[in-house]
C-alpha cells in the first residue's frame, strides 16, 4: 500500500500570504491518479485538483497543484479567508486508494 | 448535477452488520466512467477507503485490505444506488462514512461528488 505523508501538519499563515502544502509518497504515483481535497468542519471532502495540477470545475486559479514521482505540492498563492480548512493529498494506486493524513491551513 | 444522497442508521450494536445506502441522482449507478466508492473518517484514522464497485462491460468490486472480509458494496440498478454493508463491527468502526463518485478524465481520476456524510457510532 503506498503511504502518502503530509506535511506540515499545520500551517499558520495570515490572509494574503501563499500557503505551500507538501505530500510525498512512499513509492513513485502517476501523476494521472494524485487529486487534492479541502475540507471544512462537518463537511465533506471537496476536490480541488486532479491529475495533480489540473483544477476542478469552479475552483480558483489561486489553487494549484505540481510535483511528480513520490513529491508532489498544493500551492495557495493568496490565502482568503474561506481557504482556511484542512488539505490532504490522495493517490490511487494497483486498485487501491489512499489519503494523506492532512494538512490544516490555520489563521496566524 | 450529480447528487449523492446517503441513508442509514446512525447508531450500531457491536457485532451486527453496519449497512448505508447512497442513492444516486444526474448519473447511473451502470455508468462506463465512473466508480461508487465508500469512505470512512475518524480522528484515529483519518480518511479511510473501504472499497468501490463499478460496471464495466460487468461488475467489479475492489476493497481496502484493512476491512476485506468484512465488507460488501453491492450496486442496485433497479433503484440506480449502491450500497455498503460492514459486518461484525466493532468500536473501532465508529466514524463518518462518506460515498463519492470517483470518475477518469483525460487528466487524471478523482472523486469529484461525494455523499453528504453519515456519523455511524457502534456502542451497545
Request: hydrophobic content about 30%; some cysteine; aromatic content about 10%.
Given at each position: 500500500e503506498i503511504v502518502l505523508t503530509q506535511s506540515p501538519g499545520t500551517l499558520s499563515l495570515s490572509p494574503g500570504e501563499r500557503a505551500t502544502l507538501?505530500?510525498?509518497?512512499?513509492?513513485?504515483?502517476?501523476s494521472s491518479y494524485l487529486a487534492w481535497y479541502q475540507q471544512k468542519p462537518g463537511q465533506a471532502p471537496r476536490l480541488l485538483i486532479y491529475g495533480a495540477s489540473s483544477r476542478a470545475t469552479g475552483i480558483p486559479d489561486r489553487f494549484s497543484g505540481s510535483g511528480s514521482g513520490t513529491d508532489f505540492t498544493l500551492t495557495i498563492s493568496r490565502l482568503e479567508p474561506e481557504d482556511f480548512a484542512v488539505y490532504y493529498c490522495q493517490q490511487y494506486g494497483s486498485s487501491r486508494v489512499t489519503f494523506g493524513q492532512g494538512t490544516k491551513v490555520e489563521i496566524k | 448535477?450529480?447528487?449523492?444522497?446517503?441513508?442509514?442508521?446512525?447508531?450500531?450494536?457491536?457485532?451486527?452488520?453496519?449497512?448505508?445506502?447512497?442513492?444516486?441522482?444526474?448519473?447511473?449507478?451502470?455508468?462506463?466512467?465512473?466508480?461508487?466508492?465508500?469512505?470512512?473518517?475518524?480522528?484515529?484514522?483519518?480518511?479511510?477507503?473501504?472499497?468501490?464497485?463499478?460496471?464495466?462491460?460487468?461488475?467489479?468490486?475492489?476493497?481496502?485490505?484493512?476491512?476485506?472480509?468484512r465488507i460488501?458494496?453491492?450496486?442496485?440498478?433497479?433503484?440506480?444506488?449502491?450500497?455498503?454493508?460492514l459486518n461484525s463491527v466493532t468500536p473501532e468502526d465508529t466514524a463518518v462514512y462518506y460515498c463519492a463518485r470517483e470518475t477518469v478524465a483525460v487528466a487524471g481520476t478523482c472523486m469529484d461528488v461525494w455523499g453528504q456524510g453519515t456519523t455511524v457510532t457502534v456502542s451497545s
Open positions: 507538501s505530500c510525498r509518497a512512499s513509492q513513485s504515483v502517476s | 448535477q450529480v447528487q449523492l444522497q446517503q441513508s442509514g442508521p446512525g447508531l450500531v450494536k457491536p457485532s451486527q452488520t453496519l449497512s448505508l445506502t447512497c442513492a444516486i441522482s444526474g448519473d447511473s449507478v451502470s455508468s462506463n466512467s465512473a466508480a461508487w466508492n465508500w469512505i470512512r473518517q475518524s480522528p484515529s484514522r483519518g480518511l479511510e477507503w473501504l472499497g468501490r464497485t463499478y460496471y464495466r462491460s460487468k461488475w467489479y468490486n475492489d476493497y481496502a485490505v484493512s476491512v476485506k472480509s460488501t458494496i453491492n450496486p442496485d440498478t433497479s433503484k440506480n444506488q449502491f450500497s455498503l454493508q
